[in-house]
């Protein structure tokens, strides 16, 4: 976790430094489970390449975590000049928070959301819609700003982007392992009743890609409750942040379902899902319940507007 006025969360610490283990001996078990297959079945060469191709995806993921994300939303990067209110809020959140200011975006959608990610504070952006712009009051999203901003103290952002790579790999190699399948892959050289190699390659690519899968949504359930903890007690105003996602959660719902899967992709680092009609109560889900959130927030403000002894 980067320095600054953020209420710290060593258990969000704790559990990205865990999942991050995890995932990375997951990823290396992946690459050499796959260079081993290829390698039985003659062609160690191809199962090299891979190894590569997933390590660059890595750093790849690493360096432009910030541009992807923000061609994935369309979205343009802004000067004080052209969004004066918005830059003026988040200094003075940064202010407040003793932390680098990111530099700020705006995607032209209708969605109301908001999202931070980049591979440091210092490479950090932080980005909103014309809808959450349309949508909230100045309160309310100075609470949304908050909480994107803790993301970017925290560095949860650069933990969910680094760990979604084996993720990435494995459903590649799960898409070859169909396409390899459909024309023919070739079956061992050395069994004619062992299991076709692309089979093999399909069996780890799914079993890598699930418990990747599991892994990063249980972190990132956790980290929304933390940013909200931490944009909470930085502004001392939690129910404006707890309206805020009463009206973004509500706006969905009239938002066209085309819209909504077009940034299906960016849901993990929304801070609330584009999703409508859906209960987020899952194992799969990628951020705790609406109820959840509300009720945190609840304790937070009967702890602040509790008078001191």
């Not at 969004?83 to 932390?99: K, N, S, T, V, Y």
Request: hydrophobic letters at 50%.
């Amino acid at each position: 976790m980067s320095r600054s006025r953020f209420l710290p969360d060593r258990g969000l610490t704790a559990r990205m430094t865990l999942v991050m283990f995890l995932l990375g001996l997951l990823f290396v078990v992946f690459i050499a489970a796959v260079m081993g297959i290829f390698a039985q079945s003659g062609s160690p060469g191809l199962g090299i390449v891979i190894g590569l191709v997933g390590l660059g995806i890595v750093w790849y993921q690493w360096y432009s975590s910030d541009t992807v994300a923000m061609k994935a939303m369309r979205a343009r990067e802004v000067t004080p000049a052209q969004a004066p209110e918005l830059h003026g809020m988040i200094d003075r959140l940064c202010a407040l928070a003793d932390m680098p200011k990111p530099r700020v975006g705006i995607a032209d959608m209708p969605i109301p959301n908001a999202f931070a990610t980049g591979r440091s504070p210092e490479r950090s952006v932080v980005c909103v819609t014309t809808g959450i712009l349309n949508t909230l009051t100045a309160e309310e999203l100075e609470g949304v700003l908050a909480h994107e901003l803790s993301h970017v103290a925290h560095r949860d952002v650069l933990v969910m982007t680094a760990a979604s790579s084996a993720g990435i790999v494995a459903g590649m190699l799960t898409q070859g392992a169909q396409y390899g399948a459909m024309f023919g892959g070739g079956r061992r050289d050395n069994n004619n009743s062992a299991l076709p190699v692309w089979l093999l390659i399909l069996l780890v690519s799914v079993v890598t890609y699930v418990i990747s899968f599991l892994l990063i949504k249980v972190l990132s359930r956790y980290r929304e409750l933390s940013a909200d903890r931490a944009g909470a007690y930085l502004t001392m105003k939690p129910q404006a942040l707890a309206s805020a996602l009463q009206k973004i959660t509500g706006e969905m719902n009239t938002i066209p379902t085309n819209d909504l899967r077009a940034s299906k992709s960016m849901n993990a680092f929304f801070i609330a899902p584009a999703v409508k009609g859906v209960s987020l109560k899952t194992l799969t889900s990628t951020h705790p319940s609406l109820e959840q959130r509300l009720e945190q927030l609840a304790r937070i403000q009967a702890e602040l507007g509790r008078p001191s002894v």
